[in-house]
């Protein structure tokens, strides 16, 4: 049998856009949120000589009605992979991690004076800033290290601390802690360490479940848990299952009794350990304010009054065109006074870009700000992408990390972008409005004789909002937190 082999040759044509660092830049800066620019800024203030404050021009906030700096009209952005632009992509990729750093270390602006008398205002703050907190783990081994036992207990308990989680629950059997060996002590040691590491600070610390976590910190609360301890050690399965009359027959007590007891227990803590460590909770800034002008309509301005100005600095300029500078000397400064114009050109275009892209998602939802979440419409980013001409990944980054004040209080850029369907009237709904709504039935409901999910979608359909699954009803109650029937019933 022969086999003929034959080679064919096939040619493709495709288009492809190398990314300059002017773009690369350009995105970076408009995808940044006001703390992150603001400490962008700073950054670049240090980095290049040529740039610096425009102390005597002084500008408000800028608003819908435009900007006075001209900047490149915007560019369709069409990315394909290019081996030559390897590191271009893996910094578009990895632009929303480091934003989270940004945020972590951001604080307010204040520009440098260039002073040389007037103290360092970066080592100010941090002279003045709190230090980290202990991690949880450093917290209990202080504290045992002060416990008075035999060396195997106080090995077995430094075994036990190394394995709680930050939530204070130790997440291994004790029986996988020993191992002959390595370590001398014993199972019964683990035991009595275990006991002992359950006395420490914060109080709850060292439980195995939910359930030894409330007991341990029942067994030391001030006042008197006797029923509560006799509720979880006994009945505690059907506690879970919010059987509260097979349970108050079988103590022989009220259900009111029972939904007392559960009221004081609710105040006790399941994740102890939280209690510990640093506060990684970040300040939510507004990036674009909303206000509503006489005539009814919503005027957008952006929240960046307190942004420096920048400039160029003259001297440079001239001594970047002074042949009697050395060569070497006039293309360092030529390079970073392209940069530093590169940067205040792209903090521009990333004012103007937002501010048309807030605008037209405001008067897309002029209901919302009228009325209220109900009201808020479906809204995919190609459809503001095409009102402010741009693509739609630019509008993704515009509106990644911003938030916008109004009178519904600070909400994400992003959620005003969503899905939805048509109501009964005719009208789109936005899924946020239906959670909205969702939510205000179960608020209203008789707790003595809840709603199931076909009563949920009953009453949404009877609210107008259409004739939605009950698939879909049980799925945004989950996604909501809301419990089933059976759990929100009240006796």
């Not at 707790?447 to 939605?468: C, E, T, Y």
Request: charged residues 30%; aromatic residues 6%; glycine residues 4%.
């Amino acid at each position: 049998m022969a086999m003929r082999m034959t080679m064919t040759g096939q040619m493709r044509m495709e288009q492809r856009m190398k990314l300059a660092p002017r773009m690369i830049q350009s995105m970076e800066v408009l995808q940044l949120p006001l703390l992150a620019l603001q400490e962008k800024i700073e950054a670049e203030l240090n980095s290049n000589p040529v740039l610096e404050l425009d102390e005597e021009r002084a500008e408000g906030p800028v608003d819908s009605d435009g900007s006075d700096q001209e900047v490149t009209p915007e560019q369709e952005l069409v990315v394909h992979d290019d081996p030559d632009h390897v590191e271009d992509f893996q910094r578009l990729d990895s632009m929303g991690e480091d934003f989270d750093e940004y945020i972590a270390k951001s604080g307010s602006y204040t520009p440098a004076s260039y002073d040389p008398t007037e103290p360092d205002r970066k080592l100010e703050a941090m002279n003045n800033t709190a230090a980290a907190g202990k991690s949880l783990h450093d917290f209990l081994k202080e504290q045992w290290r002060l416990v008075d036992a035999d060396s195997e207990v106080k090995a077995a308990g430094e075994q036990i601390i190394d394995y709680i989680d930050e939530k204070g629950y130790l997440t291994v059997r004790l029986e996988q802690l020993h191992n002959k060996d390595k370590h001398d002590f014993n199972v019964e040691h683990l035991e009595q360490a275990l006991r002992m590491v359950q006395k420490l600070e914060p109080t709850g610390v060292g439980a195995r479940d939910v359930r030894e976590c409330l007991l341990i910190q029942m067994r030391q609360f001030p006042e008197d848990m006797t029923f509560e301890m006799q509720l979880v050690q006994q009945y505690w399965e059907d506690l879970l299952e919010n059987h509260l009359p097979q349970i108050a027959r079988k103590m022989n007590c009220s259900v009111e009794q029972i939904n007392r007891a559960i009221e004081r227990m609710s105040k006790l803590d399941t994740s102890p350990g939280l209690q510990v460590g640093r506060n990684e909770n970040h300040p939510i800034t507004a990036d674009i304010l909303v206000e509503q002008e006489e005539d009814g309509n919503f005027r957008v301005a952006l929240a960046d009054a307190y942004l420096p100005n920048l400039r160029v600095s003259g001297f440079y300029q001239k001594m970047a065109r002074n042949r009697r500078i050395d060569e070497k000397t006039r293309e360092f400064l030529q390079k970073n006074i392209r940069s530093a114009q590169w940067f205040m050109d792209a903090i521009a275009q990333r004012r103007q870009t937002l501010l048309k892209v807030a605008q037209a998602v405001v008067d897309y939802q002029k209901e919302f700000f009228e009325k209220g979440s109900l009201y808020l419409k479906p809204l995919p980013m190609a459809v503001i992408a095409e009102k402010v001409g741009v693509h739609v990944a630019t509008v993704s980054r515009a509106v990644a990390g911003k938030y916008m004040q109004c009178s519904q209080g600070i909400l994400p850029l992003r959620s005003f972008f969503s899905g939805g369907l048509e109501d009964d009237s005719g009208q789109e709904r936005s899924w946020d409005a239906v959670k909205a709504k969702l939510q205000e039935i179960v608020d209203a409901e008789d707790k003595a004789n809840p709603l199931n999910d076909d009563d949920l979608r009953q009453k949404l359909a009877d609210a107008g909002m259409g004739n939605i699954a009950r698939r879909t009803v049980a799925k945004y109650r989950k996604i909501m937190n809301i419990p089933t029937a059976r759990f929100r019933k009240k006796y």
